[in-house]
């Protein structure tokens, strides 16, 4: 049998590294958020900065609202089932491509809630949650996202604004926004407006819903009176009570496919990857000393006939009294020699041994048949007997058939 692979004292320290190893994997797999690594202090799902959407994103998780940050085909995946959220996508410019990508992703989903940006912001390289600047957008950029999603409308800044109000007939949370960015359009049916404009309108068709101020769901605002109900209210409004959301990020650059390989080299699965590559090392290393062929086994016993005389020994003294089993010994060399001189098997074991006795007298055998069958008999007497009696009379018996046999000079000094 081959030696363990690992001596106890190295097993002592593997098993509880690799228990800890596999619990902190675990940890971080239901802890940490993967979209850490993509922190930004812009106006995204994954921002701290003031202008960053993450407090609005977990708010709407905690209350159980579905919600699912997409960094691949959004609209496709949106289709008829979701609420495809675009939160302040990049004003499109001068260039056809972005606003061919907004118009692709607003006509591939059902449901569409489109929040208007609002400013220009500089993040600070040494802080995430803070900015080096924040300054407003021109009226006509933010026009540009409006025309990219097939909607006319004015954009309007009046500094301090009227009071807003829900204007879908039922009581709600008024959002405080003390200089909010309005919308003047005959396109929109209001949901939230006020004198000077439209906070929240909708589509006539119901497809689009248009939220014209990012502060009502930007971290810097939610704390502020009535705006994180106002928010959430108008999410429930636009999904119906039933429809998840769909947060669109590659607008703002965080496209990622779901490629296995190129998962498998990214944070959380890599840490998988290093265990399976850590436990085919300690498997490699734990049979690395059973390659090959097996090592024979050693024979049961060793050859010769030395075993078979101990063993048969052995079993003759574990089967019961030696001097029943020397007196059949006798028996069954004077019948093989008495057949070898052609005397008849039927001969009364007595009558036997004495024409035997003749026949070793004539041959100048000096063991004599009958004094064997004698001194076999005398064995059986109570206290006569002993194993080395036995034995004895097993040796004379041997040399008396191979004298009788092959004559008086067959007889060694072994005998």
């Not at 449901?111 to 802080?127: A, C, F």
């Not at 949650?129 to 909607?151: K, M, N």
């Not at 090592?295 to 063993?311: A, C, F, M, N, Q």
Request: proline content about 10%; charged content about 25%.
């Amino acid at each position: 049998m081959s030696p363990p692979p690992f001596p106890r004292r190295t097993l002592r320290i593997l098993v509880p590294l690799s228990a800890v190893s596999v619990l902190t994997f675990l940890l971080l797999l239901v802890w940490v958020d993967p979209g850490d690594a993509a922190i930004s202090g812009k106006a995204d799902s994954f921002s701290r900065s003031p202008v960053g959407h993450r407090a609005f994103c977990e708010l709407l998780r905690r209350l159980g609202i579905p919600l699912t940050v997409s960094r691949y085909d959004s609209g496709r995946r949106a289709r008829n089932q979701a609420v495809l959220v675009l939160a302040e996508p990049p004003p499109p410019g001068h260039g056809a491509e972005g606003a061919a990508d907004l118009r692709k992703l607003i006509a591939g989903a059902d449901r569409v809630l489109l929040v208007l940006p609002r400013r220009s912001v500089i993040e600070n390289p040494g802080d995430p949650r803070a900015l080096l600047s924040a300054s407003p957008l021109p009226p006509g950029e933010v026009r540009t996202v409006l025309e990219a999603a097939g909607i006319e409308a004015e954009v309007l800044r009046p500094g301090k604004a009227g009071p807003l109000a829900w204007r879908t007939g039922r009581r709600g949370p008024v959002p405080d926004l003390p200089s909010p960015q309005l919308l003047r359009s005959s396109s929109l049916v209001p949901l939230i407006a006020g004198r000077e404009g439209i906070l929240a309108g909708r589509t006539r068709d119901g497809r689009i819903t248009v939220l014209a101020d990012p502060d009502l769901i930007e971290n810097h605002a939610l704390l502020r009176r009535g705006n994180a109900e106002a928010a959430v209210r108008l999410v429930e409004t636009i999904r119906e009570g039933t429809r998840p959301l769909l947060l669109d990020e590659t607008l703002h650059g965080f496209v990622r496919r779901p490629r296995l390989l190129r998962e498998l080299f990214r944070y959380p699965l890599v840490l998988a990857l290093l265990h399976l590559l850590l436990l085919t090392i300690l498997i490699l290393w734990a049979g690395a000393g059973r390659f090959g062929a097996p090592r024979p086994l050693p024979p049961p016993y060793p050859p010769g006939k030395e075993t078979l005389v101990t063993h048969t020994a052995e079993l003759l003294c574990r089967g019961g009294d030696a001097r029943l089993a020397v007196r059949k010994y006798l028996r069954e060399r004077m019948r093989e020699v008495a057949a070898r001189f052609g005397l008849p098997a039927d001969l009364p074991e007595a009558e036997l041994a004495a024409r035997l006795s003749r026949i070793g007298a004539a041959r100048g055998v000096a063991p004599d048949a009958a004094a064997l069958r004698e001194r076999s008999a005398a064995l059986l007497l109570p206290g006569a007997g002993s194993e080395e009696g036995a034995l004895s009379l097993a040796r004379a018996v041997h040399r008396w058939k191979k004298e009788i046999l092959h004559g008086t000079g067959s007889r060694t000094g072994n005998d």
